[in-house]
Nanobody, 127 residues
Framework: QLQASGGGLVQPGGSLRLSCAAS????????IAWFRQAPGKDSEGVSA????????VTISSVKGRFTISRDHAKNTVSLQLNSLKPEDTAVYYC??????????????????????WGQGTLVTVSS
């Protein structure tokens, strides 16, 4: 129901813009999170944005480099990745949860909190 796109191969310091779209689901109703899983590592929550777009959270290791946003008119959520580092290499997934909930101050997203997942998109940062 969710589809992440926009991944690819980029050199260190480069940028990518990931997009999350949905079918059979109104993305605007949900808090959307981005997770990533690097080779041989556990998945980690990277960033999340509330359904209204008023609240968001980003983990410290990417803060200032990654920016989450949403376009209600297009029913999509994006994750802008700037100043990419080799350690950002991972499969990135978007997920939806907390339907209709007012999020207030948000915490780093956790997998079990999100109900709907899509196939990921691979980001490879390498020279």
């Amino acid at each position: 129901q969710l589809q992440a796109s926009g991944g690819g191969l980029v050199q260190p310091g480069g940028s990518l813009r990931l997009s999350c779209a949905a079918s059979g689901l109104t993305l605007n109703d949900y808090t959307i999170a981005w997770f990533r899983q690097a080779p041989g590592k556990d998945s980690e929550g990277v960033s999340a944005i509330s359904n209204t777009g008023d609240s968001s959270v980003t983990i410290s290791s990417v803060k200032g480099r990654f920016t989450i946003s949403r376009d209600h008119a297009k029913n999509t959520v994006s994750l802008q990745l700037n100043s990419l580092k080799p350690e950002d290499t991972a499969v990135y997934y978007c997920a939806a949860g907390f339907r209709g909930q007012n999020m207030g101050t948000m915490a780093v997203p956790l997998e079990y909190e999100y109900n709907y997942w899509g196939q990921g998109t691979l980001v490879t940062v390498s020279s």
